[in-house]
């Protein structure tokens, strides 16, 4: 598989929707993780992330032109495990996942069979996909990473799921996104996650990712950095409503 420019892939392309990035750092010290989202409606674009203590939500940056909070207000990241597992998606399936690692353990497939209880969201004729990404840190030094998406099968209302197991690569990340590009409706994400060349720190990625997206359409950016010699993750938010 070519490995793609992240920079190339978000400039030409003014509407990926919501998206993930995970892989290693190009000098092999930590595991990345990025998440933005994007909107075309007014509702879409009214809001911000905000972290909590073992997780990050979504709510609406004016309480009073918040029309429908469905599909919109949610957790994009939870950790899990006592910090050992990290969960990142585009809608409440991160609660499912949470909530089935929590009340049958990790079994190597918790993340496959909780992403069974669900299906692409309920937003037709778009049928968003879900997308959703998981990342595992052990042994001690080591991780390794899952992507999944769910996904209408060609615009048709049947559920079709999709899983990727990574193993990481310096300097590499697979990124995953709703949608192909903008449209109407909007064309789902179709292939295999892309190969993207990561840099060394999580302000790089951010700068990276942010000035890249469609300047009318992003709305928040979160980039997670976790060192893998088990000192001190780097945390970056940003908000287009400030």
Not at 9 to 19: F, H, V
Not at 20 to 41: C, E, H, L, P, T
Not at 213 to 225: A, G, I, P, Y
Request: overall charge negative.
């Amino acid at each position: 598989m070519a490995l793609f420019n992240l920079e190339t892939l978000l400039s030409e392309n003014s509407y990926p929707g919501r998206g993930i990035v995970i892989g290693k750092s190009a000098d092999g010290k930590n595991a990345m993780i990025a998440y933005f989202i994007m909107g075309r409606s007014v509702n879409s674009r009214n809001r911000i992330f905000e972290r909590f203590e073992g997780g990050m939500r979504t709510k609406a940056f004016d309480e009073s032109k918040l029309t429908d909070p469905h599909l919109i207000i949610y957790n994009p990241y939870l950790s899990a495990q006592g910090g050992s597992i990290d969960i990142i998606t585009n809608g409440d399936q991160t609660n499912t996942v949470y909530d089935y690692i929590s009340e049958n353990g990790e079994d190597g497939f918790s993340f496959e069979k909780s992403l069974h209880l669900r299906e692409y969201e309920d937003d037709a004729p778009n049928y968003t996909p879900r997308i959703s990404g998981i990342l595992y840190y052990a042994p001690k030094d080591e991780f390794h990473y899952k992507l999944s998406i769910l996904k209408s099968n060609n615009g048709t209302p049947v559920c079709q799921r999709y899983f990727y197991s990574y193993n990481p690569i310096d300097g590499l990340g697979h990124f995953i996104h709703t949608y192909k590009c903008d449209g109407d409706p909007i064309p789902s994400f179709y292939g295999e996650p892309e190969e993207v060349a990561l840099p060394n720190t999580a302000e790089e990625l951010a700068d990276l990712i942010w000035n890249n997206l469609n300047e009318d359409n992003k709305v928040s950016l979160f980039v997670r950095s976790v060192p893998l010699d088990g000192g001190e993750p780097t945390e970056i938010i940003i908000n287009k409503n400030k």
